[in-house]
């Protein structure tokens, strides 16, 4: 497991950014995205209220599908 801040790190890949967040260290980001299982994604767009799909799990047909979103609605 890599370590990293209760803040979010972010990152841009192809123009689209990416928050990694250690949900132990920062539960109330759990709970707002209601984490049950890692890993989760969301796509979110303009504010943290906006999310646009949220999927579970680290298969390539889900992150493609995330990507996919994100780039539709950058």
Sequence with gaps: RQDCSPRPQEVKLNGIALAKVDVDAAADVAAKFKVQSMPTFAVIKGNINN???????????????????ARKNK
């Design 51 to 69: 999310v646009l799909l949220t999927k579970v799990g680290g298969a390539e047909k889900i992150v493609d599908e995330m990507f996919d979103c």
